[in-house]
C-alpha cells in the first residue's frame, strides 16, 4: 500500500525493509513503524509534536476524557461507510494513537493506517497498539501533504484538529470515499480561556478549502467534563494552539486551580469525494 516517498514506486517488503524498484529504502523500526519521510523534509523545525508534546497529549488522553468524542467518530466513521466490508482508513496527522485505538476496536475489520509528521507521536502509537494488542493498524511517519500511499486506495480519511489537504486526501480516496474532519467547536473549553484570559473568546471556525469534496453532514459534539487536577488543566491546556499565546500570568492563573468544568466541544464534518 505504502509508495516511496522520493520515486512515489510501489514499496515491497523484504525482511525488516521496505524497498522499491529505483532501490531507495526504508527501514522498519524495531517498534514496527516505518519513516517514510525523505531526509530532505525532516526537519525538526517542522517535524510536528516533540516528545514533551506527545507526553502530555498522551498523559491527558489516557485520562478518557475525550472518549466520547473518539467513539463519536468511530461511530460516525462506522455509519459513513455503511456496511462496506474490510475498509482501508487513513487517520492523518494520528498524534499518539489514542483516537486511531478507538477506531481500531470499534471497526475491527478496518485495516487502519495511522500517520504522523512526528515519529515521537508514531513510535508511541505503537507501544499503544502492542499494549491493547491491536493488529489491524500499521503507522508511518509521513506528512499529511504527501500521504505515501497509492491513488485511490482509500475508503475514508479522518482528519482530527491536524492539517488537512484537499489534494491528497481527494488523491488516495477511492471515487465516493468519504473524508471526516474534526475540529473544536467555538465553545470548545471556553471556561478554561475565561480562567487564563482577561477577555475570552469564542473559536472561529476553521476554513479548509476542500474544494474537491463535498460537505455531506456537519455536526456539533458537546459535552461537559471536570478536569480532575491541576495537572491534567496544564496538560489539556498545552495541547491547544492557545498555549503559545498565553502570558506567564495567565499560566499562573491556570496552575491556580485543581480542577475545572470545562464544555467539550467538536465540529465533526463529513464530506464525501466529488466525481470527477
Ligand atoms: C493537535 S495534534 C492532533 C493529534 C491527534 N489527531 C489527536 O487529536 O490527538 C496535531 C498533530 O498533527 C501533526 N502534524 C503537524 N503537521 C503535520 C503534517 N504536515 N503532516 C502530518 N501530521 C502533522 C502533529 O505532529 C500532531 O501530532
Ligand atoms: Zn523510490
Redesign the pocket.
Known amino acids: 500500500m505504502y509508495i516511496c516517498p522520493v520515486c512515489k514506486k510501489r514499496l515491497k517488503k523484504l525482511d525488516n525493509v521496505l524497498h522499491c524498484q529505483n532501490g531507495h529504502s526504508f527501514d522498519i523500526a524495531r517498534k514496527g513503524y516505518v519513516n517514510l519521510l525523505t531526509t530532505v523534509k525532516r526537519n525538526p523545525k517542522?517535524?510536528?509534536?516533540n516528545t514533551e508534546?506527545?507526553k502530555a497529549?498522551t498523559s491527558f488522553?489516557d485520562k478518557n476524557y475525550?472518549l466520547p468524542l473518539a467513539q463519536k467518530i468511530a461511530k460516525t466513521a462506522k455509519d459513513s461507510l455503511k456496511s462496506k466490508k474490510e475498509p482501508m482508513i487513513i487517520?492523518?496527522?494520528?498524534?499518539?494513537g489514542?483516537?486511531t485505538c478507538v477506531y481500531a476496536q470499534a471497526l475491527s475489520d478496518a485495516q487502519i493506517f495511522g500517520?504522523?509528521?512526528?515519529k515521537a507521536?508514531i513510535s508511541h502509537c505503537m507501544t499503544r497498539v502492542h499494549l491493547s494488542g491491536i493488529t489491524n493498524c500499521e503507522f508511518a511517519v509521513?506528512?499529511?501533504?504527501e500521504l505515501p500511499f497509492i491513488k485511490e486506495c482509500a475508503d475514508m480519511v479522518i482528519?482530527?484538529?491536524?492539517?488537512v489537504s484537499n489534494d491528497e486526501y481527494a488523491r488516495v480516496l477511492k471515487s465516493g470515499g468519504k473524508l471526516i474532519v474534526?475540529s473544536p467547536s467555538p465553545k470548545h473549553l471556553i471556561e478554561l480561556k475565561r480562567a487564563a484570559y482577561d477577555k475570552p473568546y469564542e473559536n472561529k471556525p476553521n476554513v479548509y478549502g476542500l474544494n474537491k469534496f463535498e460537505l455531506s453532514s456537519e455536526q456539533i459534539f458537546e459535552y461537559t467534563q471536570n478536569i480532575a487536577s491541576t495537572q491534567d488543566i496544564l496538560d489539556l491546556f498545552s495541547?491547544t494552539p492557545y498555549y503559545y499565546k498565553t502570558s506567564a500570568e495567565g499560566i499562573q492563573r491556570l496552575k491556580k486551580l485543581d480542577s475545572i468544568e470545562v464544555t467539550c466541544g467538536f465540529c465533526i464534518q463529513v464530506y464525501t469525494k466529488k466525481k470527477f
Not at 159 to 163: D, I, R, W
Request: with cysteine; aromatic share 16%; charged share 15%.
Open positions: 517542522n517535524s510536528g509534536d508534546m506527545v497529549r488522553l475525550y487517520d492523518s496527522g494520528c498524534g499518539e489514542f483516537y500517520i504522523d509528521i512526528s507521536a509521513a506528512s499529511s501533504f482528519s482530527t484538529f491536524a492539517p474534526v495541547m
